[in-house]
């Protein structure tokens, strides 16, 4: 039998809801990105563009370790096959004359990543030693961590149902063997160093005090927003190299502000919906035609 809805009923239903709510916004709290991040042991790779000669080893090696499907062609671009490339860069000097650059490109692994502080499930962690990885079995394919990435990294992967995310790990896996990541281990020219990122930044200072001539006075990655694992040297502007101009403060405090408020928006679309609920069993039962009891005859 249908019938108006009481206010406890009401109020049972909106409790209810609430908790349910509330629960799941302790779920998804994202995994807010530390501003306490240490990178004094942390693992960093330098990336020396002056000495890459685009043989593009590091984004093969990258594949075999990561079991990706090997395509004919070199990989041009960031995929859910590919998770390095060598991007082709041409550079133009004060002269005129043109200078082809290799730059290697893959996740930064930013000190205060945005997208684990976009992710509203944890997907995304930023790790004590320094890789910011991604669980797929917790991934809803929001894709919050691709609109967040200042780097563009995240890709999507759109031919799996699931809707699952792709980045570089770090080569976690190696790490946790003693390995070095397979793109480090890789490169023919000694392009890419391996390292904790202050001994990194230490050699990257030296090299640049020792060779004036040779490198711009930078190292991209030092303090461009708040620092990252991934760090490099060039010997033209950065810009020029298709990098980001960004400043040092990270984007995750203000991602962190927003997403600390998920619970609360929670709770209060579950006290609406709990209100709409009330409402619509009020109509429906307000429309039902009036029933009108038959009288029965006893004299037969």
Known sequence: MNEVMSRRTFLKHAGVGAAVCAAGGLAVQPALASEGTSSANAWGVLV??????????????????????????IPNQLSSDSYSFVDRRVYVGDAGQEQQMPVKRQCMHCLHPACVSACTVGALTKTP????????????????????????????DWANPLGLIHKCQFCISRLDEGEQPACVAG????????????????????????NPGRYIDQIYGESELGGTSVLYLSGVPFAAMGLPTLDSQSPSRYAEAVMRKTPVIGLTVAALA???????KRREFLAQPEVVPQEVNHDR
């Not at 002056?50 to 499907?69: E, H, I, M, V, Y």
């Not at 709990?274 to 619509?280: E, I, K, P, Q």
């Open 129 to 156: 030693d320094g890789p910011v990885v991604y669980d797929s079995s917790k991934c809803i394919g929001c894709r919050y961590c691709q609109y967040a990435c200042p780097f563009g990294v995240p890709t999507y």
């Open 274 to 280: 709990s209100g709409a609920y009330w409402l619509t």
């Open 187 to 210: 490169c023919p020219t000694g392009a890419l160093r391996f390292g904790t990122r202050n001994d990194l930044l230490a050699q990257a200072h030296s090299q640049i005090d020792s």
């Open 48 to 73: 020396d563009l002056t000495r890459c000669n685009g043989c593009d080893s590091c984004a093969l090696a990258c594949k075999q370790a990561n079991q990706r499907p090997e395509e004919d062609q």
